[in-house]
């Protein structure tokens, strides 16, 4: 499977970014779809995941209210709409799929100053 996450760039805190990923390789619609993050120095940690139909979503608490993990089936994309931007959301974004999340193909950076 292949999955190229895009949309990252400089934002101020309080802003806002919409991530893409496009997915390949995979029936896009048999796998939920998630994004995970890994911050300078810290461990990778889970954000979002949304189910193969888009019928439930969960969040990590830190992000809970301010992001928002949608999927576009037919398109083979998922997208991550963060607003409220905070510095501790600074990461590089991957979207992921699979056990474990060993899908995850290449991520984007987010850089929020404070």
């Known amino acids: 499977v292949q999955l190229q996450a895009s949309g990252g760039g400089s934002e101020q805190a309080g802003g806002s970014l919409r991530l893409s990923c496009a997915a390949s390789g995979r029936t896009f619609s048999n796998d939920a779809m998630g994004w995970v993050r890994q911050a300078p120095g810290k461990e990778r940690e889970f954000v979002a995941v949304?189910?193969?139909?888009?019928?439930?979503?969960y969040y990590a608490d830190s992000v809970k209210g301010r992001f928002t993990i949608s999927r576009d089936n037919a398109n083979n994309t998922v997208f991550l709409q963060m607003n409220s931007l905070k510095a501790e959301d600074t990461a590089v974004y991957y979207c992921?799929?699979?056990?474990?999340?060993?899908?995850r193909g290449q991520g984007t950076l987010v850089t929020v100053s404070s």
């Open positions: 992921a799929t699979g056990s474990g999340w060993k899908y």
């Open positions: 949304m189910s193969r139909r888009g019928l439930s979503s």
